[in-house]
């Protein structure tokens, strides 16, 4: 008898998610990496962007919209999402998706390295009240830093792929991505201003709060 995983038995109780199929099936299309955040995840943010009232949000990588449908699926009436992205093609790829999912006026890109445009950002005097992370793993910690600077006082920061699929775990793996993140999940959980955790399911989800004071 086959049991289903903890993530399999959860998605078989949701009924199917139509603009989030399209996403998933428009990212294969277009021979994209099909690395957008797990379900379940995805379900979390829209949670932590309504239970927050976060009105701006930063998404670092857009991909091909999936999370970006699910940040703006938390939004209220007047909130607004920026998605920095590397390439205009999958911006474009991105918009799509979430024009069709209904929220399309509800968010805007930049293109470029992330790490170009944020120092952007500062100096525009940006803020923000809710950070996804989910780029380039090499720059986790750069990501973290800049979110801190942007970061208004209450903001949540989520990264995705704490574990990177095991290799975070395994002593053997010291690529410069994998020394970046594990830094990252480690400045998550000590820095003195941040409350967070790390959720282990899928390839892990590391949440922090900005303390208001
Ligand atoms: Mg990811």
Do not use: W
């Not at 903890?6 to 099936?25: C, G, P, T």
């Not at 920095?84 to 911006?91: C, D, F, P, R, T």
């Not at 399309?104 to 100096?123: C, F, N, S, W």
């Not at 994998?178 to 409350?195: G, I, Q, T, W, Y």
């Amino acid at each position: 008898m086959t049991v289903m995983s903890n993530e399999e038995y959860v998605e078989s109780l949701f009924a199917k998610d139509l603009d989030l199929i399209r996403a998933i099936e428009g990212i294969r299309a277009q021979g994209m990496p099909e690395i957008s955040i797990a379900p379940g995840y995805g379900r979390l943010l829209t949670l932590l962007v309504q239970a927050s009232g976060a009105q701006n949000i930063l998404e670092i990588g857009a991909l091909g919209g999936y999370s970006g449908i699910c940040l703006a699926r938390g939004l209220q009436e007047k909130g607004r999402l920026l998605s920095l992205e590397l390439k205009q093609e999958y911006a474009d790829v991105a918009y799509s998706h979430i024009e069709q999912a209904g929220l399309g006026e509800k968010v805007g890109y930049r293109i470029g390295d992330a790490m170009d445009t944020l120092p952007e950002l500062v100096d525009e005097g940006a803020r923000f009240d809710f950070f996804f992370i989910d780029a380039d793993k090499g720059s986790y910690p750069q990501y973290l830093d800049y979110a801190l600077k942007l970061a208004n006082p209450g903001a949540i920061i989520v990264g995705d792929n704490s574990f990177m699929h095991g290799r975070t775990m395994d002593p053997s793996q010291n690529s410069n991505s994998v020394k970046a993140v594990r830094l990252f999940n480690e400045r998550m959980v000590s820095d003195s201003r941040l409350e967070s955790t790390i959720l282990p399911a899928y390839d892990g989800l590391a949440i922090a709060r900005v303390k208001a004071e």
